[in-house]
T-cell receptor, first 114, second 111 residues
Framework: NAGVTQTPKFRILKIGQSMTLQCTQD?????MYWYRQDPGMGLKLIYY???????DKGEVPNGYNVSRSTTEDFPLRLELAAPSQTSVYFCASSYESLGGTEAFFGQGTRLTVV | GQSLEQPSEVTAVEGAIVQINCTYQ??????LSWYQQHDGGAPTFLSY????GLEETGRFSSFLSRSDSYGYLLLQELQMKDSASYFCAVRDQDGANNLFFGTGTRLTVIP
């Protein structure tokens, strides 16, 4: 059982470049999330999705875009990379009900913008 | 909106008990979760409280008081491997149930 898989694990981008961080889950979860974590800090929600075709902004959406065409995949797009986007990015998924909030995280993508 | 406050650092001795507090403010509230994150790793789920009281899972327990907007994580019989960051998180009722995290408490277990 793979859980949540993120690719790539590491990436260095030049300012102004674009890239897509891939995230896929095989647990048939309806909710998916993208977070960024700066060194020594907590997790900031970038975007989330409550199901295929539905996405919404989190706390820090500027400079990012997402799509959710299938239940399994939730890619995060950076269009014009900036040094401020240097961070560790985590994708997570959960099966939402009012009874529980266990989210499963991928291993993260460490992005450096130079 | 929502905010969560946790102490930034805690140090405790191996074998001891440590409590990590979390106070929260949200526009709606479903429950409080706790996650553990080792350096360089991904957060992993520890516990969830939707109702007031104590939930016990092995050496870890979590407590919630909805009237006080307060919860804590209790770690007993501390082991060196418990050295990690611990985050509380709330599911906010405002919007579509997104999951917000506190800034985390770094626990260092010393011999």
């Amino acid at each position: 059982n793979a859980g949540v898989t993120q690719t790539p694990k590491f990436r260095i981008l030049k300012i102004g470049q674009s890239m897509t961080l891939q995230c896929t889950q095989d647990m048939n979860h309806n909710y998916m999330y993208w977070y960024r974590q700066d060194p020594g800090m907590g997790l900031k929600l970038i975007y989330y999705s409550v199901g295929a075709g539905i996405t919404d902004k989190g706390e820090v959406p500027n400079g990012y875009n997402v799509s959710r065409s299938t239940t399994e995949d939730f890619p995060l797009r950076l269009e014009l990379a900036a040094p401020s986007q240097t961070s560790v990015y985590f994708c997570a998924s959960s099966y939402e009900s009012l009874g529980g909030t266990e989210a499963f995280f991928g291993q993260g993508t460490r992005l450096t913008v130079v | 909106g929502q905010s969560l406050e946790q102490p930034s650092e805690v140090t405790a001795v191996e074998g001891a008990i440590v409590q990590i507090n979390c106070t929260y403010q949200t526009s709606g509230f479903y429950g409080l979760s706790w996650y553990q994150q080792h350096d360089g790793g991904a957060p992993t789920f520890l516990s969830y409280n939707a109702l007031d009281g104590l939930e016990e899972t092995g050496r870890f327990s979590s407590f919630l008081s909805r009237s006080d907007s307060y919860g804590y994580l209790l770690l007993q019989e501390l082991q060196m491997k418990d050295s990690a960051s611990y985050f509380c998180a709330v599911r906010d009722q405002d919007g579509a149930n997104n999951l917000f995290f506190g800034t985390g408490t770094r626990l260092t277990v010393i011999p």
